[in-house]
């Protein structure tokens, strides 16, 4: 089969949008791979689709990780959280975006990998040149996979979360009471010596009082108001003015006592109020990775791992990869391309340190040596026009100093 049979087949002429659309993603030449083989295709569609879908997953990470960054804090996992429009678009923004940086940075580290030697081994060589790109696959892997981590044992994460966050209010809720309760029991002390006081002229008047209706009435001595009587009513009516006389002394600083023991009731009611506004703050990214990292550690070593293979898998595969149709094609024409606009590769064989060969590519740049050689002629050119100018000047100078040897020289006598 010839190769325009090939690729006129009707299994292999036609290319979908998005098969070319994943080419793109893995920064591969879409004119050059629909006139490659089948297993190109392939290959490259692979690549740019673990791409895609890196770029995905760093998109709902970052929802989740923005979510619970900066949304509302409660006590976890009571009641559900309410939520602006405005903070919902602005969370899809961030999302968007965040899933569009990452995959540009997957485009440009897999597109940038070159495929070492051609061969399906791996050198150290090709390991040292492509560190630094696995260093930052590494970075991004681990970066997305946390959240996703998070809202996988979101509901494990709330049992835990909740139960530190109610261990924390009880302690914010045992030092605010017991702040507040000194002092209300130092106000008690003193409303009740003041209230004990009062009782005690309070029972002395009754008893006053008593002892008075019960002489008019005849229950004590004889009816009537007589002296007994008129004594007793003079003893009633000393008790009315003792407790009148203290109420009137010790009312005010009551009344401020209960107002204060008022005030600070409220006060604590507020701080405790306050004390669950804080603990809400636990309710943070931090707080649930140190959870989920006690909950599971199989999974947070596990999950990792699957993004760091995703990450790192392009790059590794690109250095396995054998060089195939495609990649002819694509050289041949940046070698065409280099031709055409005067950059010559040449490679050079030398000897290593230790005795083995080292190859080693070499440019030649025509444009920039036409130019330098043009440079060099006019200065050279110039350069032998100056020496024949000299040259002549100095013969003819010395022709005029043989015929007339008095003009380049001054009379010392006239001089002086």
Known sequence: ??????????????????????????????????????????????????????????????????????GQKTMAGQGEETHSLLFLIGNAVFAIAWGLMIFNLDRFIVSSTG???GTDKMTWGELGQATPRIIIAIILGLVISKPLEIKILETEINIELNNLQNEELAIFDKATKERFNADIVVIDDQISKIESDRDKIVVRQQAAEQEYIDQMQ????????????????????????????FDTRMGPDLLRLKN?????????????????????????????????????????????????????????????????????????????????????RTEHLYESKDGGPILMEKYRYLEVEAIRKEREDALNAQKELNTKAISDWKNRKLSELKDRPEAFYKDSEGEA
């Not at 009707?10 to 659309?21: G, L, M, V």
């Not at 004590?220 to 009516?237: F, I, M």
């Open 260 to 344: 204060q023991r008022e005030d600070k009731l409220a006060n604590m009611d507020v701080e405790l109020t306050h004390n669950k506004e804080k603990i809400k703050g636990l309710d943070g990214i931090l707080a649930r990775m140190k959870i989920a990292h006690e909950l599971s550690l199989a999974l947070s070593i596990f999950l990792p791992l699957v993004f760091l293979s995703i990450e790192t898998g392009p790059i590794f595969f690109k250095m396995m990869m054998t060089k195939g149709a495609y990649d002819y094609m694509v050289e041949n024409y940046t070698l065409k391309t280099n031709m055409e606009n005067g950059v010559i």
């Open 1 to 70: 089969m010839s190769t325009s049979d090939y690729l006129s087949a009707k299994e292999n002429a036609k290319t979908s949008r998005f098969t070319k659309f994943l080419w793109w993603c893995a920064g591969a030449d879409s004119y050059f791979l629909q006139r490659s083989p089948k297993q190109d295709r392939v290959k490259y569609a692979g690549i740019g689709g673990i791409v895609f879908a890196t770029g995905m997953l760093a998109m709902v990470s970052g929802w989740f990780a923005f979510f619970t960054a900066f």
């Open 218 to 245: 005849g229950r004590a001595g004889s009816a009537g108001y007589g002296p007994r009587a008129k004594q007793l009513e003079q003893l009633k009516l000393g008790w009315d003015k003792k407790l009148a006389d």
């Open 115 to 117: 495929k070492g030697d």
